[in-house]
């Protein structure tokens, strides 16, 4: 019998054996080439790294939740996503999962009630449904910003996402804003133009100059003789750093300073 030599048979049945023995030892965790390699930690393979998940149905209540997400391994939520009206913020409603403006016209408002400029539904003569809607240090009262004292105060403008439009309810804070500088014998004012973070410094910059440029322009009309100065501040001066649209609104504005 020959012992010096091996047969194909041999071999082929060796080389098999210590695949199946590297197979099932496997590389360390994290590590990993399939799921098998971390089922018992209930993770799943992504990139040859144990992960939270894969895709959006490995996570908890998936399957009830449209806003569960899977996003580079790990379970969330989708951003400004939302299932009812009680996930999104004052003056918003939730439409195809997405928080969003209450309304784009009065059309969409009832009774009686009027979209102002940040998209929220306001009784008819209203400048503000709650103290967000105000300017630092003023109130919302019976829907007027206010002082503490009482004396009339400058609101802000609201503007709609990238648009530099007034609308109505812009148009009428700008006239009481003007009756309140008649009141305060204000002979000058600095209108300031602010953005939401989207977009870059530059344009954003642009847009706040456009936007003051249009409060300056229906302020002449009206025929109040201040000396008016703009500036943009872009989205350098939030009131709001939160990363949803309920945040963003509060920064799209023009700000009244009296001199």
Request: charged share 25%; hydrophobic share 25%; proline share 3%.
């Amino acid at each position: 019998m020959n012992f010096g030599r091996i047969s194909d048979a041999a071999i082929t049945a060796l080389l098999t054996l210590s695949l199946l023995l590297l197979s099932a030892c496997g590389p360390t965790y994290p590590k990993c080439n399939n799921d098998d390699h971390c089922r018992d930690k209930g993770e799943y393979c992504l990139e040859n790294t144990c992960a939270q998940c894969r895709e959006s149905t490995h996570c908890p209540n998936a399957a009830n939740d449209a806003c569960v997400t899977c996003d580079k391994g790990q379970c969330g939520r989708k951003p400004n996503c939302c299932t009812n009206k009680l996930d999104c913020g004052s003056g918003q409603k939730c439409t195809n999962n997405q928080c969003g403006p209450e309304c784009a016209s009065d059309a969409d408002c009832t009774d009686g009630k009027t979209c102002n400029a940040s998209g929220a539904c306001v009784g008819a003569g209203k400048s503000c449904v709650n103290d967000s809607d105000c300017s630092p240090g003023q109130s919302c009262k019976s829907g007027k910003c206010t002082g503490g004292d009482g004396a009339c105060q400058l609101g802000s403008i609201r503007f709609a996402f990238n648009q530099a439009k007034l609308t109505q309810e812009a148009q009428d804070v700008i006239s009481a804003n003007s009756a309140c500088i008649r009141e305060r014998k204000v002979v000058s004012v600095t209108i300031e133009g602010h953005c939401d973070e989207r977009g870059t410094d530059a344009y954003n910059l642009e847009l706040g100059n456009r936007r003051a440029q249009a409060v300056r322009r229906f302020l002449q009309n009206l025929g109040s003789g201040l000396k008016i100065r703009t500036v943009s501040y872009g989205k350098t001066r939030p009131l709001c750093t939160g990363p949803d649209e309920s945040c963003w609104e509060r920064n799209r504005r023009a700000e009244f300073v009296a001199r």
